[in-house]
């Protein structure tokens, strides 16, 4: 039997990480004991714990509640937290997931006492070194033994950066393995995809819209430019919008109060409590269209065939935009609002498979079995 130690801290990567959790307990329960590790990153009750209970997660054997901070604090603490766990569980496998402080944290801790890292989403590029994101997956790819990208984009990436896709097995930090596996998150939205159930007056049609990202909440400018954009397409239609905490402190504090005054008293837009996941893929599900920057929304939106408009400047998930699902409309108010009329107007969105068989997970247990 092998042992890892997942790590997780935010909420994506609770939710992936339920994937990978399942298939070990549906299939490889005799070959794999995973200790999971929770660092804390997020601490409120509606961003994680909700989610370990209604995702049929084990509870964490470890939690080191680091708590917010700066970056360079948060991580520190979750270094040494984490490495103490390490030289206490002696794994045969770290596994982290995305791009989080947590994800370099592990990947750090694991690193410097010689165990080998997995990482799930390798591969993935901005090229927008700006983002603290991608600082963090770059790190932690460069240090894995087995890297697991959901997407041939991201494969390709990671041979760009100078991984040989010929190596061969047992994969280390110095003859690291390379693969393109599908994405877990795919397989929790097909899994969990029929438990998401109708939510009342808004059982259908609908914009979705999630804002969280730093620069669009920190930035008066660019928050206020969004929320006009919204403000303007709530005459087509209502507006969910699930509010981050931080979205949600900052928004009488960036807007001027014209602004914040329309958008609070605006009977069109709704503005509710974070979503647990399977809230989340309701509300996906029964979307017209999504508005988001968050990673992680995008791809659930191409999931469940919704048409997205992006936040950013740009996306890790290139293969959404090229073919004509998702549009790149940075935090530009005539970008987001034309590309709701461009889909509006364009029925026609084709959704291939992009992101795997909905077995990802299933397949790197089994790789890291194999690996010895």
Known sequence: MIKIVTIIGARPQIIKAAALSRAIKNNFSNEIEEIIVHTGQ????????????????PAPNYNLGVGSGKHGEQTAKMIEGI?????????????????????????????????????????LRSFNKAMPEEINRICCDHCSSMLFSPTATGYRNLINEGFNPENKKPFTIDNPGIYHCGDVM??????????ATSNGQWAKGYILCTIHRNNNTDEPERLSAIIKALLRLSKEEDIIIPLH??????????????????????????????????????WEKNASIVITDSGGVQKEAYF??????IMRSETEWKEIVEVGAAIIADANEENIVNGYYHFKDNQTTEYPE?????KAAEFICNELINNR
């Open 42 to 57: 997020h601490y409120d009750q509606n961003m994680s714990q909700v989610f370990f209970d209604e995702l049929g997660i």
């Open 304 to 309: 469940f065939k919704k048409p997205c408009i």
């Open 186 to 195: 795919y397989d929790n939205s097909m899994y969990f995809g029929q438990r």
């Open 245 to 282: 905490p931080r979205t949600k402190k900052l928004l009488d504090i960036n807007l001027s109060s014209d602004i914040y005054n329309e958008l609070i008293n605006n009977e069109r837009i709704h503005i509710i409590p974070p979503a647990s996941f399977l809230e989340m893929i309701h």
């Open 83 to 123: 490495e103490e766990i390490l030289l206490k569980e002696n794994p045969d496998y770290l596994v982290v997931y995305g791009d989080t402080n947590s994800t370099l944290a592990g990947a750090i801790a694991a690193s410097k006492i010689h165990i080998p890292i997995v990482h799930i989403e390798a591969g």
């Open 354 to 358: 992009l992101f795997g068989d909905g």
